[in-house]
């Protein structure tokens, strides 16, 4: 099958994102400031790695700001080709934001945790231009909102991209042994890894090398 739409997330720095353009992801993620979870860097870091990373491949900004103004000013801030709302954003504050970002790919995390997830699903796709399906805890008094290594219901996740229009793509819990599985169960347009290449905490090549082989 020809290799998915693959976003390496969590990078920490240019060696970082340099390994995983190199083994072939379509995409990095850039984790600004967080209330839990692994990754967050200074802006001054997530700013320094989108610049230095050439197109196509494209720079996702995870934020977990839920105002529209704050988001986009975070955005211009960090000259990221993509936001990813890894917090719920409110209606108003998602179309107000499209105004703001009309050319910016915005991406709303769906924390997948129980079938009331593709009502929140259909609600929201129509507001963003893709979907991501995490395994985070937003209702927890320190919230999760990704990066938790959790894999989560894969046929909750297949029936959301068969209920949207817009591109999903999958997270929670990837990882070499499991990514082609994921993928062909969900079908989604693509997947997004994070711990499962971070044995140690850093990027692991042979791991990431492993990812993409299991999804050709």
Sequence with gaps: MAVPFVKVCCIADLGEARLAVGAGASAIGLVSAMPSGPGPIPEAAITAIA???PPPTE?????CLVDAEEIAAQHRRCGTTAVQLVDAVAEPELRRLRKLLPDTRLV???HVTGP???DEARALAPFVDTLLL??????LAVKELGGTGRVHDWNTSRRIVESVE?????????????AREAFERVQPAGLDVCSGLRPNGRLDADRLRGFFNALH
């Design 51 to 53: 610049a230095a990373v």
């Design 59 to 63: 720079t996702f900004l995870l934020t």
């Design 108 to 110: 709303q995390v769906i």
């Design 116 to 118: 009331e997830s593709v």
């Design 134 to 139: 995490d395994s985070g805890n937003p209702r």
């Design 166 to 178: 817009i591109p999903v793509l999958l997270a929670g819990g990837l990882n070499p042994g499991n």
